[in-house]
């Protein structure tokens, strides 16, 4: 059985997403130290007792998700972030965080993914996010209505998606950012997007697009998050060829 280490995972890690020049609200990179030596990881959207624990059964050394445990303005350990964090020191699992890292790698980040998965041409970065471009400009092979791209982002997510029609009917160039990201929809429209894609949705994000005067594609925040971990779990199983596995835990957002 492969193993390697933690610390060697750590630094690549660290080095090929360029952890330490990106600026977040996440304290990206290793989290909570486990045990010193992997041979097998798990990947999750997001680190909550469920994906922990099932990280720990599946005997997984490292956990990599997208949405770690701390945020900015955490201080206490306490309630369910004590319980995460006790579960994941008492099966010595280490856990691994890539928030905006993983969203804007040119490789294997969600919006490079994405605009690959749907087969569009990508054609730049905006979405400007403390000091980094997090979001994807793509362009369409052939123009296709904005319904035949609602249909796309179903298809190629497997899950529903919802659309904000307030754009041209038929759309070419689109914009794609993962996660919550309905307020760069101003700003896809002004550099010539006929479409936004992102995940979330929510009341204030309708009169965004509709203000804007571009289409919307909501794939909901999981599903457009899921992208990013499984390029990443492909890549490193090639490059150390220790065992994996995505644990699945969708939240209906």
């Given at each position: 059985?492969?193993?390697v ?20 609200d ?9 045990a ?11 680190a909550s007792?469920?994906?922990?624990g099932a ?6 050394g490292?956990?990599i ?7 900015k303005?955490h201080?206490q350990?306490?309630g369910?972030?004590?319980k995460?964090v006790?579960l994941?020191i008492r ?10 890292p ?13 605009a690959?998965?749907?087969?569009f ?13 997090a979001?994807?400009l793509?362009r369409?092979?052939?123009p296709?209505t904005?319904e ?5 982002v179903?298809k190629?997510l ?5 659309l ?33 894609v992102?995940g ?15 289409n ?5 925040h ?15 199983k ?14 209906g957002?």
């Amino acid at each position: 059985m492969k193993t390697v280490t933690r610390d060697r995972l750590v630094k690549y890690l660290d080095e090929y997403l360029d952890v330490a020049s990106i600026q977040d609200d996440s304290p990206n990179g290793l989290q909570v130290q486990g045990a010193a030596s992997v041979d097998k990881l798990a990947f999750a959207v997001d680190a909550s007792a469920q994906t922990i624990g099932a990280a720990a059964k599946a005997k997984a050394g490292m956990l990599i998700v997208h949405h770690g445990l701390f945020w900015k303005g955490h201080s206490q350990i306490v309630g369910s972030l004590y319980k995460r964090v006790s579960l994941l020191i008492r099966n010595d699992l280490s856990l691994y965080a890539a928030h905006i890292p993983l969203d804007c790698h040119p490789e294997v980040g969600n919006n490079a993914q994405l605009a690959r998965l749907f087969g569009f041409e990508i054609t730049g970065r905006f979405a400007l996010y403390k000091g980094t471009d997090a979001g994807t400009l793509s362009r369409a092979p052939e123009p296709l209505t904005r319904e035949a791209l609602r249909k796309m982002v179903e298809k190629t997510l497997g899950a529903e998606a919802d659309l904000l029609p307030f754009g041209p009917a038929r759309v070419r160039k689109v914009g794609i950012i993962s996660g919550d990201a309905s307020m760069f929809a101003e700003e896809a429209r002004r550099l010539g997007c006929d479409a936004l894609v992102t995940g979330e949705t929510s009341h204030s994000a309708y009169h965004l697009a509709r203000d804007a005067g571009i289409n919307v594609v909501y794939g909901g925040h999981y599903a457009t998050e899921t992208v990013g971990l499984h390029a990443l779990e492909r890549h490193l199983k090639e490059k150390f060829g220790i065992k994996s596995r995505f644990i699945p835990a969708p939240t209906g957002y």
